[in-house]
Every structure is written in C-alpha cells, then in structure tokens.
C-alpha cells in the first residue's frame, strides 16, 4: 500500500473527504518525523513503537571492485510491533 492508498483507505474508514485524509495522513507522518528527529521514541499502544537508534561504523566492500570501504556511523529507524500486531 503506498500513500495515496493509505489516504484512501483513511478517507473510506472515516467518511472524511481525500483532502482531509491526506492532510490528517500528512500531520501524522510530519509528527512522528519530528519526533524521531528529536531522538524521541514514538509508542502506540497495541500497534509498536518507532525509536532511533545508532549504527556504528563498519567495514564493507564494494560488490562491483571488491574493494574494502568504510561504512559510516549513522542514526536508523527502528520498529518494533506490539502484541497488538499480529499476522
């Protein structure tokens, strides 16, 4: 399911027009991005919880010359599903 899916579906679910889904869809998303920019875990009860976490720096090599190169540190999204979430 992409975006323009999504707001459909949340348009569907709520009786709200496809404007009003897309714009409640995009303050969502504009939040937890905030949020996980500040270094904040994002929690939602019986569904999971986003959080950042660091990735430390690691050798790799490169497929194409088999050359050995350095892999920067960096800051991930991580999910975690709650009980909730079930398949």
């Not at 404007?19 to 905030?34: I, P, R």
Request: aromatic letters at 8%; proline letters at 3%.
């Amino acid at each position: 399911m992409n975006k323009s899916e999504f707001v459909a579906a949340v348009a569907a679910k709520t009786e709200w027009s496809k404007a009003q889904a897309g714009d409640a869809v995009q303050a969502f998303l504009d939040c937890v991005s905030e949020g996980l920019k500040e270094g904040q875990s994002i929690s939602f009860t019986g569904f999971g919880t986003f959080s950042v976490t660091d990735r430390a720096e690691r050798q790799g090599r490169n497929p194409k010359t088999g050359e050995s190169i350095t892999i920067p540190a960096k800051k991930v999204v991580k999910f975690k599903p709650g009980k909730g979430l079930e398949l």
